[in-house]
């Protein structure tokens, strides 16, 4: 566990700490930490609207992240931990971000890899690779940002990954088809890669 903390410590002291210190670095960060949320949203609402995956695609995502954030909601009130700037606030150039105190697991890298899990288990594997990128960026801004530790983002990352492959396991297996109106049916898996 030691081990883990000086790891958590040196990854962020060393992605906090890069560039320059001034408003170009804080607005550069800020867009990817926060900004690259809705790039990922409109990557989802752009696969949507590709026929003839399109429901399937937004009930994969959309299912996958509604499950993720709960169960990282749920792990929030169980797991306790300081932010990066509560626990060193000389040391850590924090930029001033909407942040609740929980810290772990980091909720924006539960909805990103939610998000990036559905499409991809969803098998739309382009999109994927794009919005796995993007979910990287974003994880890597909040540590760069000084508002998560490296573990909150991957205890994120992987909660989130979990929970899409546990959606998406649940409704292949018990809800094979679920009509969404107009005699269409949905499911995560199409029987093609997309």
Avoid at 133 to 152: E, Y
Wanted: hydrophobic share 55%; with cysteine.
């Amino acid at each position: 566990m030691q081990t883990i903390r000086h790891l958590d410590r040196e990854i962020l002291f060393f992605l906090n700490h890069l560039g320059a210190e001034g408003l170009a670095r804080e607005v550069f960060i800020r867009l990817l930490a926060t900004g690259l949320m809705y790039l990922l949203a409109a990557i989802v609402l752009y696969l949507s609207l590709k026929k003839p995956a399109g429901r399937q695609v937004l009930f994969c995502a959309l299912g996958s992240a509604f499950v993720a954030l709960l169960a990282g909601k749920i792990i929030n009130q169980i797991v306790t931990g300081d932010r990066p700037f509560v626990l060193f606030p000389k040391d850590v150039r924090h930029i001033e971000l909407i942040v609740r105190p929980d810290s772990f697991p980091s909720i924006h890298a539960v909805v990103a890899f939610g998000l990036t899990g559905g499409v991809l288990l969803g098998r739309y594997r382009l999109g994927a690779v794009i919005m796995l990128a993007v979910s990287l960026l974003i994880i890597t801004a909040r540590v760069a940002a000084g508002v998560h530790w490296p573990s909150d983002v991957v205890g994120g990352a992987l909660t989130g990954l979990a929970m899409a492959a546990i959606f998406v396991t649940i409704q292949r297996r018990y809800w094979p088809r679920l009509g969404l109106g107009r005699g269409e049916e949905v499911q995560c898996n199409g029987g093609q890669e997309v």
